[in-house]
């Protein structure tokens, strides 16, 4: 049996045949019978045959006798072959081999074949893919089919679509004997639910997503052999990431018995559907007859008989009313593959024009089809108009790979290249790899030396894009900053790039050249006001936002967006934060829906709103992929999570991670990560003078409450009065609830004042800040408890461990016990570092199988917000985004 149709007879479960198997084997009750097994190539009918032998003890092709009702069978199994010239009954000779007298029965007339399978006893004949037999092993069947002996089954496959002898096929039928059961089994391409199960089985999980289903579907048309290939090939990328298995099936040739079939019906038909049905391959999408005639060169009542031809043969197939296209992905490959070269060019010029004519024309399809047939010139032109359309519809992926193919053809003037690779770098979106962009534009940059605005535009568009995308903060200001020279005859561009070295919570610059930057910039973009782009003055009135916010000024902030919700809720106005990212929200792209989401998780944190955290925090994690910027917050959020929690050895890996990716901004983060490595005692005083150091230069207070409240608790009590009387004079005028509040409680722990704790508490209750408002209440309680009246502790006690702050509570049990209070504590766990615990691993493996949160809660009798942690604790451990991703990790 040739090696690519016995891979595909690996002995899985039988999917979506069920009513076909059992008429299958209704027909085959009985003896004598005659079954008919039909459908295209791939569908399913030599695997049907094997589980109707399963059924008597094994396949037919093993050669050995097997057992049905209590007697020994003997299984015949022939196949026809594609051979031009056929060796006459060789698949009947095949069967027959080794059988003593078969043989010889195949001389004419036959009259002895069969008795001498009467003599076997009971027997199975199976002659598989009979539209490809010479007429004289159809002569041969038909004989026997008209005397079929008492204990003979005949079992025959073949495609009807790739026949000529379809008739011929079927009359075996109407010359059988009197009673004799005859049955047909037509298969069809499998449906989206039996397709789904067919994946998960072949990939040993319990749950597909949806849309790789729905990219199975499209690409194999439903047959299951196709689909088992393409299976194999997203298990031989080593990925079950839908991105990744999606590439792994681009990339999967179309299988040899598809390409065979493919190229027999196609040589099958007249010429004029051949070049119907290769220009529909060419064409790569349904098309109406009238533009497969253009690139086809044909029209009329020919046109109609060569797609009626086409889709006789199974080649073609009409998707929608009036709209054309080949049977699936890998049929269109295969026809595609079979277009000689010189052929192929002259389709895609054809394509290209027919294309055009469309209206509005599809930019970035003549674009592919104009360079695939070879005319550059006409390429470059809709390559362009096919990035404005695909920028203006979000595609950003299908903008990048337009831009990425026109920038390498080195012989663009290199004018044209840089301004190309400074579309590219703004098109660049989180989900693709921002470094080849990166190393695509530094290479054009370094061709030419000469200062021109051009070279300005490009270098400050690769600064933004290391700044705002890589997270390289320190690389992209250097670039944005050596642009500005360059651009003496933009001063919009420079305005843009001044803005963006104007923001304060970035750079080691102090606050004086960060406002002198702005002051330019804003003076460059008044002097031209008429001529800017709206695109550049929308970033400079942001820069210009964001600088205020870092001083604590925030009227007119909002009139910028969504873009003003993060420092909003650094300075603790929570509710005009959100609300800004509750109006903005239906017109993000990713960047900006991955950033809100960092600053609602960040929220949520504070607030106290911890139900689903741990979940969230995955997803906006999985979410951030690509957004180093957008994973630091993120990181700084369950860092701190985890410290509350009590997992220190997590908690303190996520924070240093934070700390080392922050040296040159964002300082918010920083200052808020060494605020919390402070508190557990993982950094000393020197780092803390450090980062006060810089928010002094940056005149940062407005943000850097939590610093200054962990600096004051371990620095000497005449360096930390001197910091409070600076963080008090710094906020004079500053619109910063948040660093109020943290003032207040600064100057409780300075002062030890139960009074000022307890002010601290309502203040933070006010902002909703109910987390840092327990913190507020833990300094009450220690006060109270200084004095002899433990009570409030005890109650922050158990308002943490309600919260799920076990690491809290922990601290404060210690405080209490000290005292000589004994507070009852949970059992505490032991530590796994980077392992699994047993019930994360637990956990994590009934999420591979696809049950909901909710459901393992209830199968394993945990919470669902226990279930999160779990999960959540278990994704980071494992480098995993998704919880399909889990399955070949944690299966067992």
Known sequence: MPVERARRLVPTKLVGREQELRTARAALRTTPALL??????????????????????????LGAAVMRDGQSVRWLTGRCRPLHHPTPLAPLAEAFHGVAGLTDCLSSPWNCLPESLAELGPTVL??????????????????????????????????????????????????????????????????????????????????????????????????PFAIEELLRAVQDSGSLEINAMTRAMAAAPAP??????????????????????????????????????????????????????????????????????????????????????????????????????????????????????????????????????????QDNAGAVEQLTAMVQIEALPWADRARLAVKLGSAVSPEQRWQDAVILMSTILAESTAPTSQRGRLRLALGLLLHHRAGEVLAGRREVAAAISELDLDPASAAWALSTLAVPVFGAEGIAEHRSRLDDAVRLLNDRQRYQEEGTKHAVRVNRARFQLALGVTDGVEEVGAEAADGLA???????????????????DRFSAAAGAGTRVRLAFGAAEWGGLAERLSRARADAAGMPLVRMEIDLVDGRYQLARGDVAEGKQLLESVLRATVSGPLTIRAVTVAALVRQGLVG???????????????????????????????????????????ADGLAGRDAPAARAALTMVRAGLEGSAELFGQAAAEYEVLGRKYDQYGALEGRGRCLLAAGEPDELVAIVAAYEALGARGDARRCRDALRDAGVMVSARRGRRGYGNALSPRELEVARLAAKGLSNSNIATALSLSVSTVEDHLSRAMRKLDVRSRHALAPLVTQ
């Open 36 to 61: 008919l097994v039909s459908g295209e190539a791939g569908v399913g009918k030599t695997r049907l045959i094997a589980e109707l032998a399963r059924d008597h003890g094994g396949p037919p092709w």
């Open 126 to 223: 199976v002659i598989e893919d009979l539209h490809w037999a010479d007429r004289g092993t159809l002569q041969v069947l038909h004989f026997l089919a008209a005397r079929l002996p008492p204990q003979l089954q005949l079992i025959a496959t073949y495609r009807p679509e790739e026949s000529q002898q379809s008739r011929e096929i079927t009359a075996l039928a109407a010359g059988v004997p009197a009673g004799t059961r005859t049955v047909e089994v037509r298969l069809h391409p499998l449906g989206a639910a039996a397709v789904h199960e067919l994946a998960t089985e072949v990939l040993g999980v319990d749950l597909l997503p949806s849309a790789l289903t729905g990219e199975l579907l499209d690409r194999a048309g439903g047959l």
């Open 256 to 393: 040899l018995a598809l390409r065979a079939s493919v190229m027999l019906r196609l040589e099958h038909l007249p010429e004029v559907s051949r070049r119907v049905v290769c220009a529909s391959a060419v064409l790569n999408s349904p098309a109406p007859d009238s533009v497969l005639g253009a690139i086809a060169e044909t029209s009329g009542a020919q046109l109609a008989e060569a797609i009626d031809g086409g889709l006789a043969r199974g080649l073609l197939r009409q998707k929608r009313p009036g709209l054309y296209d080949l049977r699936h992905a890998l049929a269109r490959r295969a026809v595609y593959e079979t277009i000689p070269p010189d052929e192929l060019r002259r389709l895609h010029r054809r394509s290209a024009m027919a294309l055009a004519a469309v209206e509005p024309p599809p930019h970035a399809r003549i674009a592919d089809h104009f360079r695939s047939g070879g005319l550059i010139a006409d390429w470059m032109i809709h390559a362009e108009a096919a990035v404005d359309q695909l920028l203006v519809a």
């Open 570 to 588: 650094w300075l603790g106005h929570d509710g005009r934060s959100t609300a800004l990212l509750e109006r903005a929200a239906a017109g993000w």
């Open 685 to 727: 005083p020197c780092a803390v003078e450090e980062c006060a150091a810089m928010v002094r230069r940056k005149e940062g207070w407005a943000w850097a409450g939590e610093l200054v409240i962990a600096a004051c608790s371990v620095l000497d009590r005449p360096t930390a009065e001197g910091l409070a009387a600076e963080f």
